[in-house]
T-cell receptor, first 109, second 115 residues
Framework: KQEVTQIPAALSVPEGENLVLNCSFTDSAIYNLQWFRQDPGKGLTSLLLIQSSQREQTSGRLNASLDKSSGRSTLYIAASQPGDSATYLCDLRVNQFYFGTGTSLTVIP | GAGVSQSPSNKVTEKGKDVELRCDPISGHTALYWYRQRLGQGLEFLIYFQGNSAPDKSGLPSDRFSAERTGGSVSTLTIQRTQQEDSAVYLC?????????????FGPGTRLLVL
């Protein structure tokens, strides 16, 4: 069974800092990996989807990388803003969807 | 509406009662997914529908849980004889065709509290 770990569980940074969130997984035979953000009282919002054949995806201030051989994905957030405060989840698709427990990010104005 | 909707948004029930949760996927999406998120934990896959059929029911935690989908659209998740451990946020998602390359679109969830 796929095990998905996200470190750190919580992170607090001052506004403007660049930061990296980590997602580790045990089985490299994945179809794709997706990063979501979850806001309190709301559902999940898709940020970036990386297919198995890709190594990274970029959208605005966000960059996600995928290294299947090492079982890792990172989400890089540049020039963080208070509006980035949320819980960030990585999700692996094998024959099912496997979610990490998330990293709770707080960006301090 | 443009997104996935779920109802009710909150549900408080007594132990032993049955509850029914509803999900309206994005119009035209053939794939629909149910997840459970317990407090402080990650999302737990429950069941997946392709059209009206459920090829993967492996995540349903017990026979008290069942789900159906009619008309290739609305889905209901039913929990019978609720237990306190069923307290969680139940999230629904849909995707266009259910192929692995697609992204999922999530609803806001139903927060279930079993007293």
């Amino acid at each position: 069974k796929q095990e998905v770990t996200q470190i750190p569980a919580a992170l607090s940074v001052p506004e403007g800092e660049n930061l990296v969130l980590n997602c580790s997984f045990t089985d490299s035979a994945i179809y794709n990996l997706q990063w979501f953000r979850q806001d309190p009282g709301k559902g999940l919002t898709s940020l970036l989807l990386i297919q198995s054949s890709q190594r990274e995806q970029t959208s605005g201030r966000l960059n996600a990388s995928l290294d299947k051989s090492s079982g890792r994905s990172t989400l890089y957030i540049a020039a963080s803003q208070p509006g980035d405060s949320a819980t960030y989840l990585c999700d692996l698709r094998v024959n099912q969807f496997y979610f990490g427990t998330g990293t709770s990010l707080t960006v301090i104005p | 509406g443009a997104g996935v909707s779920q109802s009710p948004s909150n549900k408080v029930t007594e132990k032993g009662k049955d509850v029914e949760l509803r999900c309206d996927p994005i119009s035209g999406h053939t794939a629909l997914y149910w997840y459970r998120q317990r407090l402080g934990q990650g999302l737990e896959f429950l069941i997946y529908f392709q059209g009206n059929s459920a090829p993967d029911k492996s995540g349903l935690p017990s026979d008290r849980f069942s789900a159906e989908r009619t008309g290739g659209s609305v889905s209901t998740l039913t929990i019978q004889r609720t237990q306190q451990e069923d307290s969680a946020v139940y999230l629904c998602a849909s995707s266009s065709n259910g192929v692995v390359e697609e992204t999922q679109y999530f609803g806001p969830g139903t927060r279930l509290l079993v007293l």
